[in-house]
């Protein structure tokens, strides 16, 4: 039986995005089942697009695609067409899971023995047992989410460090502008949005300087000869 969808929610609102499910993969299952999951990921704020892949799920969730292989039948007698699809398929996904349901102790002994015995490297991909289908494709989901938060955290984390990272490039310049006589805060942010960089002010003349601020004539001359004047600094010449 296949239980109410609200039972098995898993609360990714937020993220969601798009599961493509193999057409081979639904051929083989029960009208019930994919219409659970297709009701599951509409729950979960997940379009489902049904179309000719090799794994028989990819979920494009927050930036990241996720592929599935979900073994709903595992044969204790022929344990090798698993292991050798998903040895086929780790080389072409970058995020790849195996889900099989493993509802037996027969069928769990088969599957650890099979696994070491098929020479499976640990994590590469990654196999999770589970006991039911549901059970199975709340897994499915799980995962995917859970990648999806891990990308899109680490996409604010770089946003937030180059923000970090501009503001204390900031911090320097007018540092180092303020550093001139005369010249004050406002007079460093004006240069700054109409020359440019460090190096671009070093550059400018006393006219171009005019030409692109409302700073003084005398600023502007006392700025020029700090990039050029050794009486002002000790560094080479800027030509």
């Known amino acids: 039986m296949i239980p109410a969808q609200n039972d098995y929610s898993v609360r990714t609102s937020g993220v969601g995005g798009v599961c493509m499910m193999s057409t081979k993969w639904r051929d ?3 009208p ?6 297709s009701s599951f990921l509409s729950a979960n704020s997940f ?3 049904i179309v000719p892949i090799a794994p028989d799920f990819i979920f ?3 930036g990241v695609s996720v592929a599935f292989i979900f073994m709903i039948n595992y044969d204790c007698n022929n344990p090798g067409p698993i292991f050798s699809r998903a040895e086929k398929l780790k080389s072409q996904f970058g995020h790849l ?9 027969e069928q769990n002994d088969s599957f650890v023995h099979s696994y070491f015995r098929y020479g499976m490297d640990i994590g590469r991909p990654t196999f999770v047992p589970v006991l039911d289908l549901e059970m199975g494709f709340e897994k499915i989901v799980r995962i995917a989410h859970a990648r999806g938060v891990c990308k899109r955290q680490d996409v604010v ?3 937030k460090a180059e923000r970090e990272r501009s503001v204390q490039g900031m911090d320097v310049f007018l540092r180092v502008v303020s550093s001139i006589p005369h010249v004050e805060t406002h007079d460093a942010n004006a240069l700054i949005q109409t020359v440019g960089s460090i190096e671009a002010i070093a550059k400018a003349s ?8 409302d700073i003084s004539s005398e ?5 020029s000869r700090f990039f050029r004047d050794p009486k002002f600094y000790l560094g080479p010449k800027i030509s």
Do not use: W
């Open 219 to 223: 600023k502007a001359d006392m700025i």
């Open 60 to 62: 494009n969730c927050g």
């Open 206 to 213: 006393k006219e171009n300087i005019l030409e692109h601020t």
């Open 97 to 105: 899971y195996v889900v099989v349901i493993l509802p037996t102790k």
């Open 32 to 37: 019930s089942f994919v219409n659970f999951i």
């Open 157 to 159: 984390s770089k946003l």
């Open 47 to 49: 379009r489902l697009n």
């Open 28 to 30: 083989e299952q029960h």
